[in-house]
């Protein structure tokens, strides 16, 4: 794995917040991502760092995290050649320094002033999951077609492995440090069902989960390819399952029960 840091000098304290952005060739919508969240967070009074995971990327990913570097302090750019969104983020996560662990689309498909919420809720729990379909969630733009597969895909994760969580697969979660860096050291998937499988150890190991209903907004420019990736993630539903069963999760966090103390200003 190559790492490549760009843009963090003078950033010496712990970060109160990471954000862990996966992009696998996304140069044409992560520059935008990058200046927004870069000019919400310039006005925020806590501490952050910026780390983009580019995993097998063939586009000019990686350059454009360089070269905006000078424009977004405290922007790392971590550069591997194994795709997947779900060794992307656990790349990130663990290379991350933040007293909280935000995962984000490169498309930032809500605003960026819904951190904010975020940030609120997980004083509260261990792990915050964007959700559209939790109360106050809207969705603006996206297909019917798009949309029923997505529900059609709950019903067979909350029968397979996650119940009562009804979206999993939103790209925005918030995390507390302790958890992000125990679940992702345990967590195994690298497609698109990584999701899945973080918060089903997350409910193995008792940690606290809240949906949080969020504004998103539909880009048909998805990574996401229905069909071919939508039977991969079914096979890796039924993988979460065999792994545990043949033992191949810890029976528990490393941690003591959830509520382990305050996250740091």
């Known amino acids: 794995m190559e790492v490549l840091i760009a843009g963090s000098a003078g950033l010496e304290q712990t970060p109160r917040l990471s954000i862990v952005i996966p992009a696998f060739n996304e140069e044409h919508r992560l520059g935008p991502t990058l200046r927004r969240l870069r000019e919400y967070l310039a006005s925020q009074e806590y501490s952050w760092e910026m780390l983009v995971v580019s995993n097998g990327s063939t586009d000019d990913t990686a350059g454009l995290v360089v070269r905006s570097a000078a424009e977004v302090p405290h922007l790392q750019l971590i550069d591997i050649p194994e795709r997947g969104k779900g060794i992307a983020s656990r790349t990130g996560v663990l290379q991350s320094r933040g007293d909280i662990v935000f995962l984000c689309d490169a498309d930032l498909s809500m605003p960026p002033e819904s951190l904010a919420a975020f940030l609120e809720a997980i004083e509260r729990v261990d792990i915050v999951a964007g959700s559209r379909e939790a109360s106050g969630a809207r969705r603006f733009r996206e297909p019917w077609h798009r949309h029923f597969m997505g529900r059609v895909f709950n019903r067979l994760v909350q029968a397979i492995a996650v119940k009562g969580i009804e979206d999993t697969q939103c790209g925005f979660k918030a995390l507390r440090r302790e958890a992000a860096i125990d679940l992702f050291s345990e967590q195994r998937l ?72 305050d996250i740091g200003g």
């Open 190 to 261: 690298n497609g698109f069902a990584f999701d899945v499988e973080l918060l089903y150890l997350a409910r193995k190991y008792g940690y606290r989960i809240e949906e949080l209903g969020i504004e998103w907004h539909f880009d048909d420019d998805s990574r996401v390819r229905p069909g071919i990736d939508t039977l991969g993630m079914v096979k890796e539903l039924v993988m979460i399952r065999v792994r545990d069963a043949f033992g191949m999760y810890r029976t528990r966090a490393t941690s003591a029960a959830p509520g382990r103390g």
